[in-house]
Nanobody
Framework: QVQLVESGGGLVQPGGSLRLSCAAS????????MGWYRQAPGKQRELVTVVTSGGFTNYADSVKGRFTISRDNAKNTVYLQMNSLKPEDTAAYYC???????????????WGQGTQVTVSS
């Protein structure tokens, strides 16, 4: 079994910072892309950022220059550093990873349970 566990959400004032973490655990053979999505109330889930196994990154235009994704392959963990937070960043943030488990020929997409980020004064 493979699972993703997120941490680090919370309430922060506009202009503040938060750091999210997502650790993958279980019978992991390899991890390809890891990323973060978010979903605000009444809106569709959207891609925030993704990092490949080789370290290449991509960001939504709305977070470029403010958010930074990184990963620690030794710990099977991905991080999201969020700076200069705005009220419109308020959403549930979900970790996503493409993981191949031991004994499996193919990789599968896994999701974390979500962590709430609220930006408000």
């Amino acid at each position: 079994q493979v699972q993703l566990v997120e941490s680090g959400g919370g309430l922060v004032q506009p202009g503040g910072s938060l750091r999210l973490s997502c650790a993958a655990s279980g019978t992991i053979f390899s991890i390809n892309n890891m990323g973060w999505y978010r979903q605000a109330p009444g809106k569709q889930r959207e891609l925030v950022t993704v990092v490949t196994s080789g370290g290449f990154t991509n960001y939504a235009d709305s977070v470029k220059g403010r958010f930074t994704i990184s990963r620690d392959n030794a710990k099977n963990t991905v991080y999201l550093q969020m700076n200069s937070l705005k009220p419109e960043d308020t959403a549930a943030y979900y970790c996503n990873a493409d993981i191949r488990a031991y004994g499996s020929r193919w990789s599968h997409e896994y999701w974390g349970q979500g962590t709430q980020v609220t930006v408000s004064s």
